[in-house]
């Protein structure tokens, strides 16, 4: 089967109801995204930080799959599809995909702040005083701003196996997701899905300026 090579970001999950990472102003729900998405924030004040991931799990609870997510599952029937995601959520394995790489971490996981690779699947609140077996405390598992992105060398090496690359959902602005496509083969067919894109159709590139669900539709009438 064709390896279908799948970069997705927060647009793909915005019309299940999901916000997208910051607004206008670099908000995030209100916050300075520095305040809970670095480990100085967490430093600082990690009471905010653990609410405000605790609400984002509560959000992710209340949301499902939207139709974008479920026919990238589908696809899986004719193409060998690995999914590399900027998104912490879970949608595309509620939807059915079965292998995806979380660049960013999981929302429903939470790991150990002193040995990294400890790391515990969690769907409820996470508060001060939850640790693991050697009584460190447990915080998310999430990739804050200033870490290292542990994954980038294993997306790296799929990206170089891609018959067929789609992005979806992601302005590829944010660094280091957005150097993905450069490692992909560049004869092969390249396809962009983005209601307001920054690039144009080139010769190996076909750029759909359409939202996440809409586009996966007129990706999947061209394949």
């Not at 690779?117 to 939850?130: A, Q, R, S, T, Y």
Request: glycine share 6%.
């Amino acid at each position: 089967m064709k390896h279908l090579v799948v970069l997705t970001g927060a647009g793909m999950s915005a019309e299940s109801g999901l916000k997208t990472f910051r607004d206008a102003n670099g908000l995030w729900e209100g916050h300075d995204v520095m305040e809970v998405a670095s480990p100085e924030g967490f430093a600082k004040n990690p009471e905010l930080v653990l609410q405000f991931y605790n609400q984002r799990r509560k959000q992710l609870l209340q949301v499902n799959p939207n139709t974008a997510h479920i026919e990238l599952a589908n696809l899986e029937k004719h193409f060998k599809v690995t999914i590399i995601t900027q998104n912490v959520d879970d949608l595309h394995e509620r939807a059915g995909s079965t292998n995806v790489i979380h660049l960013h971490g999981e929302l429903f996981k939470v790991r150990s702040t002193k040995n990294e690779p400890e790391i515990l699947d969690w769907k409820k609140d996470l508060n001060l005083g939850d640790l693991d077996q050697n009584g460190n405390q447990l915080r998310p598992h999430i990739v804050w701003f200033g870490e290292a992105v542990p994954l980038i060398d294993k997306a790296v090496e799929i990206c170089a196996t891609a018959d067929k690359l789609l992005i979806i959902g992601t302005s590829l602005q944010v660094y280091p997701a957005a150097s993905l496509m450069h490692y992909v083969p560049e004869n092969i067919p390249k396809f962009f899905i983005d209601p307001n894109p920054s690039i144009s159709s080139t010769k190996n590139l076909t750029v759909i300026a359409e939202t996440a669900t809409k586009g996966i539709n007129q990706f999947i009438s061209i394949l």
